[in-house]
């Protein structure tokens, strides 16, 4: 993830930004820079690599600003280079990027054709260029913001600072968390509490939408609506990474809202979306040489490979196994030279995984793991390690770890389908264009919370809880129902829709609540069959969907509204309500939804 700081400061602030910065280091990034107002003129200094090649810069050609922001960039767009690094200014503007503008080429286009010359392969300079025409055409700082910010399209953060205002910093977030630290005569700015820490433990953190006009003895604060509002100014306890809930009750709830901007990041180590090509890291495996995959993980990480199976088997036309870790451990299951075997872990050391692992390997499987903690043993023991920049995950039920792992798996199921020539360019385009518009779909999501409260009230009373799904949003019932039992200790089962009536059909009356999973794909109108059978028998049917509840063509007691997004990658953003609905109940019933019940986060027994 990029990370940004920004300091209204006191004195000179270059040497305290790269400070802050390196306090977000543990997120990743592969250059750095720094920009500050100086005598009303905007200077920056940027590197590629490490921060000590910007402190090398720095101290060659030193800033003397007292007003700067601060980037450690991922690269999304364009490549690792000292150009694509942030800030990224024009003559008034200056400007520090997280997360993604998906509509920065028809922006670019049009400010190009305008006469406003690019330096970067960047969607960020297409933000600068925007707030620079409007103070051409005659808008103050803070009124140039407000217009171009309803003008972007995606999940980000911004800091931005403008020649000729030394007292000046906007701050804007949308999909991607920022929070604001408060100091005596000074104000600061960072991606998270983290990179404050040195300077003030006061923090406001915005929320999703807000913007904020930022002085050193001031700030004000705009909702999307651009109405002012107040945010509270809590105390942080950002000394340790691993405490830091933000303003969230849970970190169960922090990690749900953090997906965009780590699904984004994760996505960024796998694609060029500027090119809209899957570009994999060398992985010492030739995927065009894979005839057979299996696929091993235990629990939610399961769920993430049985999605891939369907990805997989689709895309490459590739034959897929897959199985529990500690079935697969022990059912010498015969495993035919020079296949890949996958192996799902957001701890990497999960004990039945790891077993399996050394047992393909054994059996002479090229090893490769997608693992979230790059330093655990089933990293060490892989021949490839596809990571997911998830950050760390505290709480016990996996959330943020389970999408990241999809978008690894959708990235790799690409690849895999391009390799085998299944796939065309046109075809890889369109499916890395699903995967890009995602952050932004799922912050989407994430603003309308309360249809989740109130649908837990109804959960909350059951005893029971279905969940059904077809193809591949079955495997995202059987997360929904797993994500449920382990919270809120609803006993809760997932069903593939169609063996509905081989069996559970029985379980079904007025009392059982039925979470049914179906985007409107090619199996949408089985899946309506199903419902129906369900309504006959009087179940109270959750219908969550981009299809209107009337298609259903029954009783529909609650509508989770989805919205339209490629079938490619639905399963994402469909995980994400299974884990609202788990939360919200889970609150309801008083349960510890961080740390439920007989519940370990890293299970390194079998
Ligand atoms: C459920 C959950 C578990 C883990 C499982 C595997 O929310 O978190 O089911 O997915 O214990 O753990 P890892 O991914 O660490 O191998």
């Not at 921060?51 to 800033?63: F, G």
């Not at 300079?125 to 103050?140: N, Q, R």
């Not at 998270?192 to 700030?219: C, H, M, N, Q």
């Not at 901007?261 to 040489?289: C, N």
Request: hydrophobic residues 40%.
């Amino acid at each position: 993830m990029c990370g940004i700081v920004g300091i209204l400061g006191a004195k000179p602030v270059a040497l305290d930004l790269v400070d802050a910065l390196r306090r977000l280091e543990y997120r990743g990034y592969d250059s750095a820079g720094v920009a500050t107002v100086e005598n009303g003129h905007l200077e920056r200094r940027r590197a590629e690599g490490k921060l000590r090649n910007l402190e090398t810069r720095l101290q060659s050609e030193p800033l003397a600003g007292h007003t700067g922001i601060g980037h450690t960039r991922w690269a999304t767009h364009g490549k690792p280079t000292e150009r694509n690094a942030h800030p990224h200014m024009s003559g008034r503007v200056s400007v520090v990027h997280n997360g993604i503008i998906e509509n920065y080429r028809d922006l670019k286009a049009e400010l190009q054709a305008k006469g406003h010359v690019f330096a970067s392969d960047t969607d960020t300079e297409a933000v600068v260029h925007l707030i620079t025409d409007e103070m051409d055409a005659g808008h103050g700082p803070v009124e140039a913001v407000r217009r171009s910010l309803k003008r972007l399209s995606g999940a980000f953060a911004l800091g931005i600072i403008f020649a000729g205002h030394d007292d000046l910093m906007i701050a804007a977030r949308q999909g991607s968390p920022l929070a604001i630290g408060h100091g005596k005569g000074e104000m600061y700015l960072g991606s998270d509490a983290i990179a404050l820490a040195p300077f003030t433990s006061e923090i406001t953190y915005l929320e999703e939408g807000d913007w904020a006009v930022l002085s050193r003895t001031k700030i004000e604060i705009f909702d999307r609506n651009g109405g002012a509002v107040q945010r509270p100014v809590t105390k942080s306890i950002a000394s340790s990474l691993l405490v830091d809930k933000g303003n969230h009750r849970h970190f169960m709830a922090k990690e749900i809202h953090e997906q965009p901007e780590v699904i984004s990041h994760t996505l960024s180590h796998y694609l060029d979306m500027g090119e809209g090509r899957v570009q994999f890291p060398e992985l010492g495996i030739d995927l065009s040489a894979i005839t057979r995959v299996s696929i091993s993980a235990c629990g939610t990480a399961y769920y993430a490979g049985l999605v891939a199976k369907y990805w997989i088997e689709r895309l490459a036309r590739i034959p897929v196994e897959i199985d529990v870790a500690s079935e697969f451990r022990y059912r010498e299951a015969p495993m035919s030279p020079g296949g890949l075997a996958l192996f799902v872990s957001q701890s990497g050391e999960t004990a039945d995984t790891l077993a399996t692992l050394r047992y393909a390997k054994a059996n002479g499987q090229r090893i490769a793991s997608v693992v979230n903690v790059r330093t655990s043993t089933i990293a060490r023991e892989s021949d490839a390690v596809l990571p997911t920049l998830a950050g760390p995950e505290i709480g016990v039920a996996s959330t943020k770890a389970f999408t990241c792992q999809l978008a690894v798996l959708a990235c790799l199921s690409i690849a895999l389908g391009r390799a085998s020539g299944h796939i065309d360019a046109a075809k890889e385009r369109e499916l890395v264009q699903a995967l890009v518009e995602l952050p932004r779909h799922i912050s989407v999501l994430l603003r309308n919370e309360h249809k989740f409260e109130e649908l837990a009230h109804a959960l909350g009373k059951a005893r029971d809880v279905i969940y059904l799904g077809r193809g591949i949003s079955y495997p995202v019932a059987l997360e929904g129902a797993l994500k449920l039992k382990e919270i809120s200790y609803i006993h809760a089962e997932g069903y593939a829709a169609g063996e509905l009536k081989h069996g559970p059909i029985a379980l079904i009356d007025e009392n059982v609540p039925v979470v049914v999973v179906c985007p409107k794909d090619e199996l949408f109108d089985k899946t309506v069959s199903n419902m129906q059978e369900v309504a006959a028998r009087g179940g109270q049917i959750v219908m969550v969907s981009n299809a209107d509840p009337d298609e259903a063509g029954c009783k529909v007691v609650s509508h989770i509204e989805m919205p339209d997004v490629h079938p490619f990658s639905a399963p994402l953003i469909y995980a994400v309500p299974m884990q609202l609905i788990a939360y919200h109940t889970a609150v309801l019933m008083g349960t510890d939804v961080d740390q439920p019940r007989n519940l370990a986060k890293s299970v390194t027994v079998e």
